[in-house]
């Protein structure tokens, strides 16, 4: 299956401006904005199982076995570095009970020992619970005709959205999993099924979409405006539909970096704070200049996921036998 370069892009920039999230918070600057690449990641990754399942029929257990090969042996692997970390003394200020590690490796949200949050021990994790709650559902949908999953989806979705508002129970599982950004991931089913059918925005209005979700994205980080699924899941949706627009009219080239940085983004995100933290601390105590430790911790971040990548992922892929078309479109 072709490849879709403008997903591969937008998967390297969602990548990369978490990375620039987290580098900035770590070495005194500002960048919040970057954490919005996190919802980029849910609409791309609606859109690529839609298109997935379409173009190569599926049955639920193959589905789901590919995603488990895909996801979980990389966040294991990274969980087991942080516990071995937190077991060494690493970091002073973890703390650790088996409940929260098991938690966290079956992707049931709990909250944090260390200091309450509904985070995982690998803090980034956190998205994979919703990665996999989506994934679940997906499954269970492909037992339906075509044209029932998408509205079946959604119309679940929906109603775990609605019973979060109406109700208020403290329970990180339905806290989680009634969290609005959950309909980030039908947002990527719609735009999955537009895409099939060739109806994407003209050229034009593609054009306008990406420099409107640009300009939105720029406002909430200078103006600091409220930043939550609501400002940035729509803005998402822009910057994907716009791009798929261009990606429509051939304007979008093969470019090997970004084409990279895009099969690497999965890694990059789960290794990139270890790089960043090591690179920060050292900083810290050699009085680095604040910008120029930003500007490594980034590199640093960017480098590790690439290695990760590299060393780890691609070579487990390639044993697992992932599905062809999973790889063309996902990394």
């Not at 997903?7 to 390297?12: D, K, N």
């Not at 979980?72 to 929260?100: C, D, K, Q």
Request: glycine share 8%.
């Amino acid at each position: 299956m072709k490849t879709i370069h403008g997903i591969q892009y937008l998967r390297a920039a969602a990548a990369l401006a978490v990375v620039i999230f987290h580098a900035a918070e770590k070495t005194g600057h500002h960048f919040a904005v970057g954490a919005a690449g996190v919802d980029v990641f849910f609409v791309i990754s609606g859109f690529i199982m839609w298109v997935i399942s379409d173009r190569r029929p599926i049955t639920p257990v193959r589905f789901m076995v590919d995603r488990i090969l895909r996801i979980v042996p990389i966040y294991w692997l990274a969980t087991m570095v942080m516990v071995a970390g937190g077991i060494a003394g690493l970091f002073p200020n973890m703390v650790l009970s088996v409940e929260h590690v098991l938690a966290s490796l079956f992707f049931m949200p709990m909250r944090s020992p260390s200091n309450g949050e509904i985070w995982p021990v690998l803090v980034q994790g956190w998205t994979l619970n919703f990665e996999m709650l989506f994934y679940a559902v997906f499954a269970a949908s492909l037992l339906l005709p075509r044209n029932w999953r998408l509205p079946s989806i959604a119309g679940l979705f929906l109603l775990m959205v609605l019973a979060g508002v109406l109700t208020s129970f403290d329970n990180a599982l339905i806290l989680t999993y009634t969290r609005p950004v959950i309909l980030e991931f039908v947002a990527g089913m719609v735009i999955g099924e537009f895409w099939l059918k060739g109806r994407v925005p003209p050229l034009v209005a593609g054009v306008t979409l990406i420099a409107c979700s640009f300009a939105g994205f720029a406002l909430v980080g200078i103006l600091r405006l409220p930043f939550n699924e609501f400002t940035m899941g729509p803005l998402a949706v822009m910057l994907v539909l716009g791009v798929l627009s261009v990606e429509a009219r051939g304007y979008i080239p093969s470019l090997q970096l970004p084409k990279l940085l895009g099969n690497a983004s999965y890694s990059i995100y789960i290794w990139h704070t270890f790089a960043i933290s090591v690179v920060a601390k050292a900083a810290s105590m050699a009085r680095t200049d604040a910008w120029i430790a930003m500007a490594i911790s980034v590199l640093s971040g960017t480098v590790i996921g690439i290695a990760g990548y590299t060393i780890l992922e691609r070579p487990l892929l390639y044993r697992k036998r992932m599905q062809p078309a999973a790889q063309s479109l996902a990394g």
